[in-house]
């Protein structure tokens, strides 16, 4: 299954190498891993995408722990959470056939943010799906995708989740997943776009 | 702090340069109450003085010479070492025997990596040590510079963590943050990597500054009172329990609180190989060493057992055969404070993730003793009793010397004249096992072993380690003619520090574990085993150590009180017999109650008659 991972990490040099040696010990593909900086200084937030087997999750997280410079960890694993993704697409279009692609632009929300006469670049943020959507039709017509460039997910659970404040507030995280699920059942169900 | 003014180790050092060693030790120890400008050399002694370091074990090199240079003005006494592998067992044997952080230095490039064996054996047995090596000057890193060699690279997954210094002001803080990581929570190796440029500059020392962050347990332990009444319920209900004790007993001292929960429960206890010396050898209820050459009627115990308590041990491969197959019938209760430990090989019934001596404390008082109602393990352990049979006779002494000197022989009869009160360092084969099962342990901290990365080459130099740390201890290396040659550079060492350590050299003449699974496993293809090694008798003596053959039953006594009574260190080469297996043996891959025994005719069978 895909876990989802949420870590803080000391923005340091290494640090990266050594989350990642971990993942490589353990055998496990990284299929997407996004860094930047957090709310807390000196502290980076990546967000780690692995495919596993569900039991993996566990030892993935408290070996994380163990990483000396890893300040928090969280398994977002089916919790609720917003995943958003940015992409960057490069479409070969000449102001001839331009005019389809504006259309679909606008139709998957996205936008054109470089124009040239022979091409044109597509911003677009969403889930993984919706993005994967635009792309497929993009590819429908041979050769006019010329560059693409994903970032990876990003992930962030909703409410008051993360593990440092569930840890703050005193409560386990069986509690916490509990009156989780009491207190917004309706936002559980669906993505808000 | 206890360890100031320990001058007396530099007196002895023959460091010629030490002109005043005490005035000089003094003003060291001076720099860690008010703050002083060092250099990181200097800095680099006054830290380690200050977290109590005493001896070092390290070899010098070019990017580590100006920590070397600033080394006398300092009350730590380093042991010169012929190869740095040697440095980081001496360092581990040190760590192992005392409880204390041990301490290897080297150099960059070569020196560094010389280092790695003995850094990954430390850290598969979870073993406090702190590397320091020396590296390039910070403006040539990274550039190819003569003997530069990534080593926070290269040791990243074999360390508990590393580090890089380039500055003099980060080394104090590093140091001691180092120290903090090697000791705390499950132990391991640190290695810290210093630019020579960070040991000319100099900068503020301020020891009580440079003191690390309050220790973070791991988010994940996690012991709640739901697990706990579990785990009691579990215990009291249970019809066959078995305790299974490993190298986290001793780490957690935990072992009056196991022994407490065997005997109020009646509980029967095996040992992992690293958990030897946790629960006495002697104890009733005291199974011995569990796993691949354990004893049959504790791997029989596990694989007919109700509940498995696993106390600070990781269910290691060698320990439980194959996985599908282990204690099927059992729930499993496992006490453990490396939370990636859960569930990694063996699916548990109840976690209880923490430090093993405050989760039994917690667990303690809700078991009940006889007298209170608790469990009667009698018939239990008369079952287990009963599958002994006839190799219960486990005293050897007076079996008939049929002219053929065996190694369970030499192993039984140094335990028998060393009353089991030494610290054994074995290498790494069929030594090692023989000596689990035949030299009995009651204390903690007397069987000094590499279980985990099973190191050869480990016994001499660790042997050393452990001598300095506990000087009044008799210390007994027993190594293979295969291992022992591995490191035998160190004799040397022996020398040079004038070290009394007893060497037992198990001399088959092949690689005798290799040969044994060639003969079990690849129809006696003995390819690359046999070994032709030179007379170590004479190669101790080229050292200066005095050392004799034994090749006879009858000539062992003789031998051991020679060598224990010898003021120096002392070697023997026990010539035993070649083709000699361990057994029970559980092949690689099969079940724990899948194993080889000891063939009828074999004669080391015990009979009633030898009683």
Same mark, same amino acid.
């Given at each position: 299954?895909?876990?989802?991972?949420?870590?803080?990490?000391?923005?340091?040099?290494?640090?990266?190498?050594?989350?990642?040696?971990?993942?490589?010990?353990?055998?496990?593909?990284?299929?997407?891993?996004?860094?930047?900086?957090?709310?807390?200084?000196?502290?980076?937030?990546?967000?780690?995408?692995?495919?596993?087997?569900?039991?993996?999750?566990?030892?993935?997280?408290?070996?994380?722990?163990?990483?000396?410079?890893? &300040?928090? &960890?969280?398994?977002?694993?089916?919790?609720?959470?917003?995943?958003?993704?940015?992409?960057?697409?490069?479409?070969?279009?000449?102001?001839?056939?331009?005019?389809?692609?504006?259309?679909?632009?606008? &139709?998957?929300?996205?936008?054109?943010?470089?124009?040239?006469?022979?091409?044109?670049?597509?911003?677009?943020?969403?889930?993984?799906?919706?993005?994967?959507?635009?792309?497929?039709?993009?590819?429908?017509?041979?050769?006019?995708?010329?560059?693409?460039?994903?970032?990876?997910?990003?992930?962030?659970?909703?409410?008051?989740?993360?593990?440092?404040?569930?840890?703050?507030?005193?409560?386990?995280?069986?509690?916490?997943?509990?009156?989780?699920?009491?207190?917004?059942?309706?936002?559980?169900?669906?993505?808000?776009? | 702090?206890?360890?100031?003014?320990?001058?007396?180790?530099?007196?002895?050092?023959?460091?010629?340069?030490?002109?005043?060693?005490?005035?000089?030790?003094?003003? =060291?120890?001076?720099?860690?109450?008010?703050?002083?400008?060092?250099?990181?050399?200097?800095?680099?002694?006054?830290?380690?003085?200050?977290?109590?370091?005493?001896?070092?074990?390290?070899?010098?090199?070019?990017?580590?010479?100006?920590?070397?240079?600033?080394?006398?003005?300092?009350?730590?006494?380093?042991?010169?070492?012929?190869?740095?592998?040697? !440095?980081?067992?001496?360092?581990?044997?040190?760590?192992?025997?005392?409880?204390?952080?041990?301490?290897?230095?080297?150099?960059?490039?070569?020196?560094?990596?010389?280092?790695?064996?003995?850094?990954?054996?430390?850290?598969?047995?979870?073993?406090?040590?702190?590397?320091?090596?020396?590296?390039?000057?910070?403006?040539?890193?990274?550039?190819?510079?003569?003997?530069?060699?990534?080593?926070?690279?290269?040791?990243?997954?074999?360390?508990?963590?590393?580090?890089?210094?380039?500055?003099?002001?980060?080394?104090?803080?590093?140091?001691?943050?180092?120290?903090?990581?090697?000791?705390?929570?499950?132990?391991?190796?640190?290695?810290?990597?210093?630019?020579?440029?960070?040991?000319?500059?100099? =900068?503020?020392?301020?020891?009580?500054?440079?003191?690390?962050?309050?220790?973070?347990?791991?988010?994940?332990?996690?012991?709640?009172?739901?697990?706990?009444?579990?785990?009691?319920?579990?215990?009291?209900?249970?019809?066959?329990?078995?305790?299974?004790?490993?190298?986290?007993?001793?780490?957690?001292?935990?072992?009056?609180?196991?022994?407490?929960?065997?005997?109020?429960?009646?509980?029967?206890?095996?040992?992992?190989?690293?958990?030897?010396?946790?629960?006495?050898?002697?104890?009733?209820?005291?199974?011995?060493?569990?796993?691949?050459?354990?004893?049959?009627?504790?791997?029989?115990?596990?694989?007919?057992?109700?509940?498995?308590?696993?106390?600070?041990?990781?269910?290691?491969?060698?320990?439980?055969?194959?996985?599908?197959?282990? =204690?099927?019938?059992?729930?499993?209760?496992?006490?453990?404070?490396?939370?990636?430990?859960?569930?990694?090989?063996?699916?548990?019934?109840?976690?209880?993730?923490?430090?093993?001596?405050?989760?039994?404390?917690?667990?303690?008082?809700?078991?009940?003793?006889?007298?209170?109602?608790?469990?009667?393990?009698?018939?239990?352990?008369?079952?287990?009793?009963?599958?002994?049979?006839?190799?219960?006779?486990?005293?050897?002494?007076?079996?008939?010397?049929?002219?053929?000197?065996?190694? =369970?022989?030499?192993?039984?009869?140094?335990?028998?004249?060393?009353?089991?009160?030494?610290?054994?360092?074995?290498?790494?084969?069929?030594?090692?096992?023989?000596?689990?099962?035949?030299?009995?342990?009651?204390?903690?901290?007397?069987?000094?072993?590499?279980?985990?990365?099973?190191?050869?080459?480990?016994?001499?130099?660790?042997?050393?380690?452990?001598?300095?740390?506990?000087?009044?201890?008799?210390?007994?290396?027993?190594?293979?003619?295969?291992?022992?040659?591995?490191?035998?550079?160190?004799?040397?060492?022996?020398?040079?520090?004038?070290?009394?350590?007893?060497?037992?050299?198990?001399?088959?003449?092949?690689?005798?574990?290799?040969?044994?699974?060639?003969?079990?496993?690849?129809?006696?293809?003995?390819?690359?085993?046999?070994?032709?090694?030179?007379?170590?008798?004479?190669?101790?003596?080229?050292?200066?150590?005095?050392?004799?053959?034994?090749?006879?039953?009858?000539?062992?006594?003789? !031998?051991?009180?020679?060598?224990?009574?010898?003021?120096?260190?002392?070697?023997?080469?026990?010539?035993?017999?070649?083709?000699?297996?361990?057994?029970?043996?559980?092949?690689?891959?099969?079940?724990?109650?899948?194993?080889?025994?000891?063939?009828?005719?074999?004669?080391?069978?015990?009979?009633?008659?030898?009683?």
């Amino acid at each position: 299954m895909l876990h989802t991972f949420v870590a803080y990490v000391e923005d340091l040099p290494g640090v990266l190498t050594r989350v990642a040696s971990l993942f490589r010990r353990l055998n496990i593909n990284i299929i997407s891993l996004t860094v930047g900086r957090s709310e807390r200084a000196g502290l980076s937030r990546m967000t780690i995408v692995a495919e596993a087997s569900a039991e993996a999750g566990h030892r993935i997280r408290a070996s994380l722990f163990k990483l000396e410079n890893v &300040v928090d &960890v969280d398994d977002i694993a089916q919790a609720p959470s917003v995943t958003r993704e940015l992409a960057l697409i490069k479409i070969a279009a000449t102001p001839q056939n331009r005019g389809q692609i504006f259309d679909l632009a606008e &139709v998957f929300r996205a936008r054109i943010v470089d124009l040239t006469s022979e091409s044109l670049i597509i911003e677009m943020t969403g889930v993984e799906s919706k993005i994967e959507g635009l792309i497929e039709i993009l590819r429908e017509d041979e050769g006019r995708v010329l560059e693409l460039c994903r970032s990876g997910k990003m992930t962030m659970r909703r409410g008051h989740h993360l593990s440092s404040v569930v840890r703050a507030m005193g409560v386990s995280e069986a509690e916490s997943a509990e009156r989780e699920a009491e207190l917004a059942p309706d936002i559980v169900t669906g993505e808000v776009e | 702090m206890g360890h100031k003014g320990n001058a007396k180790t530099k007196e002895n050092a023959s460091n010629a340069n030490a002109a005043a060693p005490n005035a000089d030790a003094a003003d =060291a120890n001076a720099h860690l109450n008010t703050p002083t400008r060092l250099t990181g050399a200097e800095i680099l002694w006054a830290t380690l003085a200050g977290e109590g370091v005493t001896d070092v074990f390290g070899y010098p090199g070019g990017a580590i010479l100006p920590a070397y240079d600033a080394l006398r003005k300092f009350p730590v006494k380093h042991v010169l070492v012929r190869h740095e592998q040697g !440095a980081a067992h001496m360092a581990d044997g040190y760590a192992r025997a005392s409880g204390k952080v041990g301490v290897a230095v080297a150099t960059s490039g070569p020196g560094a990596t010389n280092l790695v064996t003995g850094i990954a054996t430390a850290m598969l047995d979870s073993i406090p040590i702190v590397c320091i090596t020396g590296n390039v000057s910070s403006k040539v890193l990274g550039t190819d510079a003569f003997q530069e060699v990534d080593i926070t690279g290269i040791t990243l997954p074999v360390t508990k963590h590393n580090f890089l210094v380039n500055k003099a002001e980060d080394l104090a803080k590093v140091l001691r943050h180092a120290f903090q990581i090697a000791k705390s929570g499950r132990p391991g190796p640190v290695l810290v990597d210093i630019t020579k440029d960070a040991q000319q500059a100099s =900068a503020i020392f301020d020891f009580e500054a440079a003191k690390p962050r309050p220790y973070q347990p791991h988010p994940m332990l996690r012991v709640e009172e739901s697990g706990l009444a579990e785990a009691a319920e579990l215990i009291r209900n249970s019809k066959r329990p078995v305790i299974l004790a490993g190298h986290g007993v001793m780490d957690s001292g935990a072992m009056e609180q196991v022994r407490t929960l065997a005997e109020r429960a009646q509980i029967p206890v095996g040992l992992t190989l690293l958990g030897i010396g946790g629960f006495p050898m002697s104890h009733p209820l005291c199974l011995g060493m569990m796993g691949m050459h354990g004893e049959s009627w504790v791997n029989h115990a596990i694989q007919e057992a109700d509940l498995l308590i696993a106390c600070g041990m990781r269910f290691d491969d060698r320990v439980t055969g194959k996985l599908t197959d282990y =204690a099927m019938k059992a729930k499993k209760i496992h006490i453990e404070v490396d939370p990636a430990e859960i569930n990694k090989n063996v699916k548990v019934d109840v976690a209880l993730v923490g430090d093993l001596r405050e989760v039994l404390e917690q667990l303690l008082p809700r078991i009940g003793t006889r007298n209170q109602g608790g469990r009667d393990g009698s018939v239990w352990l008369k079952t287990i009793e009963a599958s002994k049979g006839a190799v219960t006779v486990r005293d050897i002494k007076n079996l008939p010397d049929l002219g053929h000197l065996y190694a =369970a022989h030499v192993m039984h009869d140094l335990w028998r004249m060393t009353a089991g009160d030494a610290i054994i360092v074995t290498d790494v084969g069929q030594h090692q096992m023989w000596e689990a099962q035949y030299y009995k342990h009651e204390k903690p901290r007397t069987l000094i072993t590499s279980g985990g990365l099973g190191t050869m080459g480990f016994a001499l130099p660790a042997a050393i380690g452990a001598k300095i740390a506990c000087p009044e201890k008799e210390v007994w290396v027993i190594a293979g003619d295969g291992g022992f040659q591995m490191t035998a550079a160190e004799l040397a060492t022996i020398v040079q520090e004038k070290i009394k350590i007893n060497i037992a050299v198990i001399n088959n003449g092949y690689l005798g574990m290799v040969r044994q699974w060639q003969e079990f496993f690849y129809e006696r293809n003995y390819e690359a085993t046999p070994l032709v090694s030179p007379d170590f008798v004479k190669l101790a003596d080229a050292h200066g150590i005095p050392g004799r053959a034994v090749r006879k039953r009858s000539e062992v006594e003789a !031998a051991v009180n020679e060598a224990r009574s010898s003021t120096r260190a002392f070697l023997l080469n026990f010539m035993v017999e070649k083709e000699d297996s361990v057994y029970p043996m559980i092949p690689a891959g099969s079940a724990l109650h899948e194993m080889i025994r000891r063939p009828e005719q074999d004669p080391l069978e015990e009979t009633a008659e030898d009683k």
